[in-house]
Nanobody
Framework: QVQFVESGGDSVQSGGSLRLSCAAA????????IGWFRRAPGKEREGVSY????????FYADPGKGRFTISRDNAKNTVYLQMNSLKPDDPAVYYC??????????????????WGRGTQVTVSS
């Protein structure tokens, strides 16, 4: 069964750090580019970051540039999102998914499939 399991979300103070993990099961991770997205309360799901199959290409949405780092370990079938200097704007449920529509903008939600249940990130000021 194809699935993603996100973990690592927690409640931290503003300025703190978290490392999110996205474990893939049921398929070979290194066959796919992977994206991290987030959905804050009352908002649409938005792209956070993207990493290509062999980590050659990485993209970040503006809010996370300079603070977030995406990485992957294909041997462990896992993608990570290191988030530093967390801000009050960062709280959301964070999701990962695999890109299936090549040529689409990396931040386009409809270009991905098999979304996990997400992991909750809370930031207190």
């Amino acid at each position: 069964q194809v699935q993603f399991v996100e973990s690592g979300g927690d409640s931290v103070q503003s300025g703190g750090s978290l490392r999110l993990s996205c474990a893939a099961a049921g398929f070979t991770l290194d066959n796919y580019h992977i994206g991290w997205f987030r959905r804050a309360p009352g908002k649409e799901r938005e792209g956070v970051s993207y990493i290509s199959r062999q980590s050659v290409t990485r993209f970040y949405a503006d809010p996370g540039k300079g603070r977030f780092t995406i990485s992957r370990d294909n041997a462990k079938n896992t993608v990570y999102l290191q988030m530093n200097s967390l801000k009050p704007d960062d709280p959301a449920v964070y999701y990962c998914a695999r890109l299936i529509k090549y040529g689409s903008p990396w931040y386009l939600e409809s270009a991905y499939d098999f979304w996990g249940r997400g992991t909750q990130v809370t930031v207190s000021s």
